[in-house]
Nanobody
């Protein structure tokens, strides 16, 4: 199971930290990812984390504003977002990658003044 939390309403220029709490599988040895989706658009990859020290942020929109981290003893992955803009408004999902992969339910992030 994957449970995202930490979303909400934030003003432009603000920050949020999203959490993804995992259970029921070997989190430490799993590649985990963050995605986001806005209405009418396909879900897009924000970035992935293979280990606590190896993560890759792949979305062009990241521009140094987002950071992925994970705490394996807590079975939790994080997405820290800074300098948020209205175009960052989306539902953010975490995903366990791989053939046995699955999604969390998502958490809404709304950036608006």
């Amino acid at each position: 199971q994957l449970v995202e939390s930490g979303g909400g309403l934030v003003r432009p220029g603000g920050s949020l930290r999203l959490s993804c709490a995992a259970s029921g599988f070997d989190f430490s040895n799993s590649i985990m990812s963050w995605y986001r989706q806005t209405p009418g658009k396909e879900r897009e990859l924000v970035g992935s984390s293979a280990t606590p020290t190896e993560s890759a942020l792949t979305g062009n929109f990241v521009k140094g504003r987002f950071t992925i981290s994970r705490d394996n003893p807590k079975n939790t992955m994080y997405l820290e977002m800074a300098n948020l803009q209205p175009e960052d408004t989306a539902v953010y999902y975490c995903k366990k990658e791989g053939s046995s992969g699955f999604w969390g339910q998502g958490t809404q992030v709304t950036v608006s003044s």
